[in-house]
């Protein structure tokens, strides 16, 4: 049983920041590539920030110097840091893990809302 569970969503307002974690379980966690995608009402689904199972992180140009994604393999958990919250950043986010081009999953998202 595959199981990504995400957690830390919430409110905040314009500016402020919030941290999201995702715990893995049922896979061989560092050997997974992972990954935080997003989906706002309407819109696709896109990437956010990934990190692979080596260290190495890309991110979204809208979200560079803002967001940091971060692993512990030890506690099988990826996090992400987001700063400087702008309402555009308003959506579903989506944690996702995967290995090579053959595993693929994905947890059930948290909503993330920037308003004041």
């Known amino acids: 049983q595959v199981q990504l569970v995400e957690s830390g969503g919430g409110l905040v307002q314009p500016g402020g920041s919030l941290r999201l974690s995702c715990a893995a379980s049922?896979?061989?966690?560092?050997?997974?590539?992972m990954g935080w995608y997003r989906q706002a009402p309407g819109k696709q689904r896109d990437m956010v920030a990934t990190?692979?199972?080596?260290?190495?992180?890309n991110y979204a140009d809208s979200v560079k110097g803002r967001f940091a994604i971060s692993r512990d393999n030890a506690k099988n958990t990826v996090f992400l840091q987001m700063n400087s919250l702008k309402p555009e950043d308003t959506a579903v986010y989506y944690c996702?893990?995967?290995?090579?081009?053959?595993?693929?999953?994905w947890g059930q998202g948290t909503q993330v809302t920037v308003s004041s």
């Open positions: 996702n893990a995967r290995y090579r081009k053959i595993f693929n999953y």
């Open positions: 990190i692979t199972s080596g260290g190495t992180t």
């Open positions: 049922g896979i061989i966690f560092n050997i997974y590539d």
